[in-house]
């Protein structure tokens, strides 16, 4: 059975993802994001989950710092990522409280700052006696009910599988379309097969000259590539200098993919792939002329023929 | 006297960036930065003050979306905000107690997650009785030490003005290199003038054709700009869907912004300009050849000669 780091604690979104992502997994909650990425890392554990984006709260900069953690160190015990999926988890909360009590005898709800914020208006709806209280985490907020110091508490469904709480409602979010991405990382290994509707995810760092970004957009967009993501992220120690985040549409297993990344890997001073895996909501759609495999197949036998003398 | 609205409470790093940014201006404290934002759309302040960037924990999403508004409402009523200055404000700490109360007796330090998160190491060779607690904010940390709730608060150095608590340390910070850039915002009015080391900031929605983004970025290449940040960010009803925020060296002053602004504006499906201003770290440098105003005079005259049939 493989094991699985995840950003704990128990009870939190983030184990729902991971639950979804390797369903026969060991669970192992870690700390905090860095040490679930250093898990998998260091071979102490096959997998991990990490959230990478959020439609309301944007990047998850801890991820986004971990997962480049092999561009910012000379410590070559360091050992690479990739992604092998990722999974889109809308964001609903559940709300539970202590065995018993009623909705209108809530007197405080406790949450994570955040999840706070996404049911203001369902609180004040539904439980017009509650004083808001800020809880480290949404599953530290359910700990607190348990110990009898809130009332209720705001977290991800899976939590109630923990903690001998009444769930008092359940689907709670004020915006019906938050949704986080999960990815779920191991050591380098063969990419799972193309489907036809895959992302293939680098960073890179690229020098500050002017057009230095432009040529390297410009690679992927002669491959006909589509960027679906890119971030800007400061390097931590040097303001104003940054390296980026890309996201595409592609499967390195697809030549035009293969192609751009040679590509980037020469124009770039660092590129650091994290993998090419199936898009949770992509639907399969053909690779058009002139980006085809088909047409690097013909192209390279034709260059091949004329430096022959063969021309063709 | 001008008004500035600032993301509050009192007692905040935004405090000190507004007070930094307007010195003689009234500072009014807003309970989140959508309303700080809002205020100065409205009319009801002449300025505001919201935190843009951290080099820690990247980019501060509620400012990104509250800029965005316009390109998001189809309400005439939202009127546009521009930036007319930058302030980098270096991240670090105080520590306020009770008065009176010695590093040995704080039982209890409390503060925003993120606020403990970046004062941890310190806090345990420095208070090594003492357990953290959650608050909402860094000042809310304060409030609760004034009402006997904590021991301790980790706060913005401009706290100490507003609650009567001795100051046990400043200058505290795990790690010295965290710098919060802050934005001083307006209704729209004559940018400042140029200085030499300005920058740009707009926010643009492009089509999602693959090569869409590598072109604009190709219009500021082609003139010579610089980009010094660009940030994706998912347009909120609609997952996979992005809004880019970019940052450019130079004044819109200056005929090779101005004429890299139109070219985007021809490109672009909405273009947002947030302003010219000076760079809070920049060395003024000199344009050089083809991109310097003169350049553009003489092939702008050269044009207008060969279209009147005068060709030189």
Redesign the interface.
């Known amino acids: 059975m493989p094991s699985i780091a995840y950003f704990g604690p128990e009870g939190t979104f983030t184990e729902q993802a991971a639950r979804a992502l390797a369903p026969d997994a060991d669970l192992l909650p870690m700390p905090t994001i860095p040490d679930a990425v250093a898990a998998v890392r260091a071979g102490r554990t096959d997998l991990a989950c990490v959230p990478v984006?959020n439609?309301?709260?944007?990047?998850v900069?801890a991820t986004?710092d971990s997962l480049a953690a092999d561009l910012l160190t000379t410590d070559t015990a360091t050992r690479p990522v990739v992604a092998l999926a990722e999974h889109?988890l809308p964001i609903r909360f559940s709300v539970l409280v202590r065995p018993g009590l009623a909705a209108a005898d809530v007197r405080t709800v406790a949450s994570h700052?955040h999840a706070l914020a996404q049911v203001q208006r369902w609180v004040r709806a539904n439980l017009p006696n509650a004083e808001p209280r800020?809880?480290?985490s949404t599953a530290a907020a359910a700990v607190g009910v348990v110990k009898g110091e809130f009332d209720a508490a705001v977290t991800a469904p899976v939590a109630s599988r923990h903690y001998e709480l009444d769930v008092l409602a359940t689907g709670v979010a004020d915006?019906s379309?938050a949704?986080t991405r999960f990815l779920l990382l191991s050591r380098p290994t063969a990419p799972p097969a193309p489907t036809g509707a895959d992302r293939t995810s680098v960073i890179l760092v690229v020098s500050?000259?002017?057009?230095e970004?432009?040529?390297v957009?410009?690679e992927?967009?002669?491959r006909?590539?589509?960027?679906?993501?890119?971030?800007?992220?400061?390097l931590?120690?040097r303001?104003?200098e940054?390296r980026?985040y890309l996201d595409l549409d592609g499967h390195i297993g697809e030549q035009r993919v293969a192609d751009a990344l040679a590509a980037l890997r020469r124009r770039s001073q660092h590129v650091l792939f994290l993998g090419s895996y199936p898009k949770a909501?992509g639907v399969a759609a053909a690779v058009e002329s002139p980006f085809r495999d088909s047409d690097y197949a013909d192209s390279a036998a034709w260059v091949t023929a004329i430096a022959r003398g063969e021309n063709v």
Chains 1, 2 share one sequence.
């Open positions: 984006e439609s309301i709260e944007g990047a900069s986004m889109l700052p800020v809880a480290a915006e379309d949704i500050h000259r002017p057009g970004l432009a040529a957009l410009a992927l967009a002669t006909g590539l589509n960027l679906t993501r890119i971030e800007s992220r400061p931590r120690d303001f104003g940054y980026f909501e």
